[in-house]
C-alpha cells in the first residue's frame, strides 16, 4: 500500500509543490482544509482542559479516545494543505469526469489523504462510543475493524484508474463493510447503553453519527469521485463538514456528559466497567 501511495505521489504530473499552489489559488478549497486544522487545535486543547480533572480511568480512556480523533484529523489536513496527500488522477473511460483537466494535467483533483487517515481516526471515535454505550471489546473492535476495512477499500475506489466497474465494484463492498457499523450502533449498542444508564447520551451520539457517517458515501457518490455532479471545491467543504458534526461535534457532546457524570459512564460489571461490582 505505501509503495503504490508513493507512486501515485510521485508519478502524477504535478509536482507536490504545484499541488499546494493550486489548492491555495483557490481560497475556498483551501479553507475547506485550513477550518479544520484550527476545529482539530481547538477540540485537542479543549478535551486537556475539560477532563484535566478525570479519575475514573474509563472516563479517561473515552477522553484519550476523543483526542485521538482530533490528532489523526489535525494530521490528515495537514497532508491535504500540503499537497502530500493530493493527487491529479486520471479517471477511468465511461467515467463522468473522463478527460477532465486539472492545472494543465489530465485527471481530477484526488484527496487521497482523506480515506487514508479515516482509517486511523474513525476507530478512535467507536472505540469512544462502544465505551459510553457500555458494550465489550469484541464488538468494540468488530467494529474498528470493520471500520479499517471500510476506509481501505474506499481508498481503492478512489484510487482505482483501470476500470469503472471496479471503482464502483470497490464502493460496493465498502459500503457493506459500513452497514455491519451501523448495525452494531443502531442494534447492539443501543441496547447496551440503555441498560448501562447511558441512553439519552447514546442517542444523541448515535443519531450525529449515523445520519453524519451516511453522508459520507452520499457525497463520494455525488462528488468527482462517484457520478462527478458536485465539483472539487464542492465536495470538499461537504466532507469538511460533515467531519465537523461527526469528530468536534460529537467530540464536544460526549465530553460534557463524561466530565459532568463520570459515575454513569462506567458501565454496569458485565459491560466492561472499569469497578469491579459497579452494576
Ligand atoms: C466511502 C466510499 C465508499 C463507500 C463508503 C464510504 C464511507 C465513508 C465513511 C467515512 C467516515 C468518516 C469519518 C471521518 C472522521 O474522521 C469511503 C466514502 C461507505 C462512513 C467519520
Not at 87 to 103: F, K, L, N, W
Not at 166 to 195: G, K, N, P, Q
Amino acid at each position: 500500500l505505501a509503495f503504490g501511495l508513493q507512486r501515485i505521489a510521485l508519478e502524477n504530473g504535478l509536482t507536490q509543490a504545484e499541488l499546494f499552489e493550486y489548492v491555495f489559488d483557490d481560497t475556498v478549497l483551501a479553507l475547506s482544509f485550513v477550518l479544520n486544522i484550527a476545529l482539530a487545535g481547538i477540540t485537542i486543547l479543549g478535551i486537556a482542559y475539560l477532563g484535566r480533572n478525570l479519575t475514573d480511568p474509563r472516563a479517561k480512556m473515552i477522553a484519550i479516545s476523543l483526542m485521538l480523533i482530533s490528532v489523526v484529523s489535525i494530521s490528515s489536513y495537514s497532508g491535504l494543505a500540503s499537497g502530500l496527500t493530493l493527487s491529479v488522477i486520471e479517471m477511468p473511460s465511461g467515467h463522468p469526469a473522463e478527460g477532465t483537466m486539472t492545472a494543465g494535467e489530465d485527471g481530477v483533483l484526488t484527496m487521497w489523504g482523506r480515506y487514508l487517515t479515516w482509517t486511523f481516526s474513525t476507530p478512535f471515535i467507536l472505540i469512544a462510543l462502544g465505551m459510553i454505550a457500555g458494550s465489550n471489546w469484541t464488538k468494540i473492535l468488530t467494529t474498528v475493524a470493520f471500520t479499517i476495512a471500510m476506509c481501505v477499500t474506499g481508498l481503492a475506489a478512489a484510487l482505482t484508474t483501470s476500470s469503472l466497474v471496479m471503482r464502483w465494484w470497490w464502493f460496493v463492498i465498502s459500503s457493506i463493510f459500513f452497514l455491519v457499523i451501523v448495525y452494531v450502533i443502531l442494534v447492539d449498542w443501543t441496547a447496551e447503553a440503555e441498560a448501562t444508564g447511558t441512553g439519552d447520551l447514546f442517542n444523541t451520539l448515535k443519531l450525529l453519527t449515523v445520519v453524519g457517517w451516511f453522508g459520507y458515501p452520499i457525497l463520494w457518490a455525488l462528488g468527482v469521485e462517484g457520478f462527478a455532479i458536485l465539483d472539487v471545491a464542492i465536495t470538499s467543504w461537504g466532507y469538511s463538514v460533515l467531519d465537523i458534526i461527526t469528530k468536534y461535534i460529537v467530540t464536544f457532546v460526549a465530553m460534557f456528559y463524561v466530565i459532568k457524570e463520570p459515575d454513569a459512564i462506567t458501565g454496569g460489571a458485565e459491560y466492561g466497567s472499569s469497578r469491579p461490582g459497579f452494576a
